[in-house]
C-alpha cells in the first residue's frame, strides 16, 4: 500500500510558478512510479506528467511541455511537479499518483493503483 500526500497548490497570477510536492509512504519508492494528474471542475481528469519506470524519462502532456518539469527525491521519497509559466486553462486540482506496473499506457488514470487527495492550483489572469 502507498499513501501519497499534495501539498503546494495556491493562488497565482497568470505568468507565475509553483512547485507541487507528493510526498510518499508506505513502500519503497522504487518499487512504483509516480506521476501528476490535474481535473478542472466538469472536466476528466486528465494525465499531467510521468516518469517512465527506469525513470531515465519523463513525459509530459502537450499543454504542459516546456512549462511544467516533474522530478522526485528518492530519499525523501518526494515527486515534485514544477509549474512555470502558468496559464488560467492551467487551474484545476492536481492529483499525484502512482503506479505498480510499467505501462504504454501511462496516461490513462486507470493504470494508477493509488491517488492523493489533491491540491487546488488557481490561476487568476
Known amino acids: 500500500q502507498v499513501q501519497l500526500v499534495e501539498s503546494g497548490g495556491g493562488l497565482v497570477q497568470a505568468g507565475g510558478s509553483l512547485t507541487l510536492s507528493c510526498a510518499a509512504s508506505?513502500?519503497?519508492?522504487?518499487?512504483?512510479?509516480m506521476g501528476w494528474f490535474r481535473q478542472a471542475p466538469g472536466k476528466e481528469r486528465e494525465f499531467v506528467a510521468t516518469f517512465s519506470r527506469s525513470s531515465d524519462n519523463m513525459y509530459y502532456a502537450d499543454s504542459v511541455k516546456g512549462r511544467f518539469a516533474i522530478s522526485k527525491d528518492n530519499a525523501k521519497n518526494t515527486a515534485y511537479l514544477q509549474m512555470n509559466s502558468l496559464k488560467p486553462e492551467d487551474t484545476a486540482m492536481y492529483y499525484c499518483?502512482?503506479?505498480?506496473?510499467?505501462?504504454?499506457?501511462?496516461?490513462?488514470?486507470?493504470?494508477?493503483?493509488?491517488w492523493g487527495q489533491g491540491t487546488q492550483v488557481t490561476v487568476s489572469s
Open positions: 508506505g513502500r519503497t519508492v522504487s518499487t512504483y512510479t
Open positions: 499518483a502512482a503506479r505498480d506496473r510499467s505501462t504504454v499506457w501511462f496516461r490513462s488514470a486507470t493504470q494508477y493503483n493509488y
